[in-house]
């Protein structure tokens, strides 16, 4: 299974397999699982259908790494777009971005002065962006973007990031960002990452999870744990009961089309629950990681393609 999922990582990265995923209509036909759709509207349809279960939403409008100034800010500017409409429409939801599609591989003074703007207009409209985190070489990048915006008075609150738990340096990371009050969102992580870096065992990443998500329960600041792991969802909700931990005080975070079971069964509970919520043309290695994570979702398409 690992070298399935390496596989199917490496495959993320294949621009000939994307370029025919992304234009052909067997393609668009898979992604409708994971993906909301490709345009603006259908991403506001899902977050209306969505937020009437009693579920927020994070939208993510999908695209990567851009190759020039231009498509960065228009990038942006569909952010902007989505956040003045989830103001006039009044849904319950926020963004996430990711700073290699506002230009952090060009130029980190592009991205954070992007990403400032957005929280700027966040801010003004009393939203949040969440700040996604990409593979290794961007970690550092990303976290002082974000340490730099949330240090302006006026943005404190209104940008957060994401910590991934196979990292080696995510302890250490996190204790700097609690000590800046800044909310995190807390995953296992996404990208093929050398043993270098990143704990090679599944077990050691989902043990690093636990030990950081108890941190961020016990921090007071209101933080998000993205995981469809029922056993670390269970033992989170035990540490919070016998801590005595509100659960008005933390938000579950799980991807759209993902355990939508476990997702309504949290809601009932009473916990605050939000979905990730991709849209857009450029949905090709958001699908791919999706599939890596669980290698079965290739078995499971392939058998709605057969009866479809
Ligand atoms: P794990 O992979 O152990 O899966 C636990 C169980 O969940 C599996 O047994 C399976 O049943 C189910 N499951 C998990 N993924 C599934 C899938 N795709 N399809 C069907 N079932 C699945 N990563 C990153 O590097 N940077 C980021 O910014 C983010 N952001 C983010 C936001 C949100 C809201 C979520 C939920 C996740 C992310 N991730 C991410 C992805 C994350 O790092 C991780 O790859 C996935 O969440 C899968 O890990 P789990 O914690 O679910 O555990």
């Not at 700097?176 to 969102?185: A, F, V, W």
């Amino acid at each position: 299974m690992p070298i399935l999922r390496s596989a199917l990582i490496a495959l993320s990265r294949n621009y000939a397999l994307r370029q025919f995923c992304e234009r052909s209509k067997l393609g668009t036909r898979l992604n409708s699982r994971f993906i909301a759709g490709m345009k603006q509207d259908d991403a506001l349809r899902v977050t209306e259908a969505v937020n009437r279960q009693g579920i927020a939403v994070t939208l993510d409008s999908l695209g990567e790494s851009v190759t020039n100034e231009a498509e960065a800010h228009s990038a942006a500017e569909v952010y902007h777009q989505m956040l003045a409409a989830i103001h006039t429409e009044g849904l319950n939801a926020n963004i996430s971005v990711k700073l290699s599609q506002m230009g952090l591989n060009l130029s980190p003074a592009l991205a954070e002065l992007i990403a400032r703007t957005l929280a700027e207009h966040a801010s003004a409209v009393h939203n949040f962006v969440r700040i996604d985190m990409e593979d290794s070489s961007l970690t550092q990048s990303t976290l002082n973007i974000v340490r730099h915006i949330h240090s302006h008075g006026e943005l404190h609150g209104s940008t957060g990031v994401v910590i991934q738990a196979y990292l080696y340096r995510s302890l250490a990371d996190m204790e700097q960002l609690l000590k800046e009050g800044i909310r995190i969102r807390l995953c296992k992580g996404a990208y093929n990452e050398p043993p270098l870096v990143a704990f090679p065992r599944k077990t050691d990443v989902d043990a690093n999870y636990l030990r950081l998500a108890k941190m961020l329960l016990n921090s007071g600041i209101y933080h998000a744990i993205a995981t469809h792991d029922e056993s670390i969802i269970a033992a989170i909700k035990e540490y919070a009961r016998v801590n005595l931990i509100s659960s008005a005080g933390f938000e579950f975070q799980m991807l759209y089309g993902v355990r939508r079971d476990l997702q309504r069964q949290l809601v009932r509970e009473g916990y605050n629950v939000r979905v990730y919520v991709p849209f857009g043309t450029e949905w090709y290695p958001y699908f791919m990681r999706r599939l890596a994570e669980r290698p079965a979702n290739v078995l499971f398409l392939a058998r709605n393609l057969l009866h479809s």
